[in-house]
């Protein structure tokens, strides 16, 4: 079965610029959480959707926005970005994000801001 | 100070070794609790998971969880070069992991 799908790979952005990544995720799986990873700061959680909603939200400015689509594809919307905005975004899905879930983690978009 | 604090590394142990890699937290609320690997240029892989306190094996790993203390630990045995990576912990308030708080990972090389 397919595992978590993220794109795109690599993605080199201009101050100021807005960016959109997508997640995938496994099929049937109803969760989705982004994660950013820097060397300075580790994993860091940024948001979880479940069924279209989001239910989780982490210490982000409004810059860092989210949705969920019916098909529980995933995308994360950064506007104005910063240089600190240069990280690996990742992506993890679960069944139900509930009780005894396990998350899968995409391989992540790792975003360079120049 | 940081919610859930990971002894930083980096560790390089021989072939075989018996690896302990560990976190702390403070954060009561945490119950379910994760380790995860993470090869480079990799998304984190899990590991293991650990419902509140106690031990859980699987294969060469062991992971131990002491609500008490607020600690908890990944054991490795018969180290191999492939279990070269950063080792994550992560812990959760919930039983889903969701919404989980990392520690900044222990990069481990085991050399041959």
Redesign the interface.
């Known amino acids: 079965k397919a595992g ?1 799908t993220q794109t795109p790979r690599y993605l080199i952005k201009t101050r100021g610029q807005q960016v959109t990544l997508s997640c995938s995720p496994i099929s049937g799986h109803r ?1 989705v ?1 982004w ?1 950013q990873q820097t060397p300075g700061q ?4 940024l948001f ?1 959707y ?1 069924s279209e909603t989001q ?2 939200k ?1 210490n982000f400015p409004g810059r860092f926005s989210g949705r969920q689509f019916s098909n529980s594809r995933s995308e994360m919307n950064v506007s104005t970005l910063e240089l600190g905005d240069s990280a690996l975004y ?1 992506c ?1 899905s ?1 069944l ?13 978009t790792r975003l360079t801001v120049v | 100070q940081k919610e859930v604090e990971q002894d930083p590394g980096p560790l390089s142990v021989p072939e075989g070794a018996i690896v302990s890699l560990n976190c702390t937290y403070s954060n009561s609320a945490f119950q379910y609790f994760m380790w ?1 690997r993470q090869y480079s ?6 590991l293991m ?1 650990t ?1 509140s306190s106690g031990n859980k094996e699987d294969g060469r790993f062991t992971a131990q969880v002491d609500k008490s203390s607020k600690y908890i630990s990944l054991f490795i045995r018969d180290s191999q070069p492939s279990d070269s990576a950063t080792y ?1 912990c ?1 812990m959760s308030p919930y ?11 222990t990069t481990l090389t085991v050399k041959p």
């Open positions: 978590v969760s959480s994660y580790g994993l860091q959680f979880e479940f239910r989780n982490g990742l993890a679960s139900l994000g509930g009780e005894n879930t396990e998350a899968f983690f995409g391989q992540g | 995860y240029r990799k998304g984190p892989e899990l998971y419902y994550l992560a039983t889903n992991a969701g919404k989980s708080t990392f520690g900044d990972g």
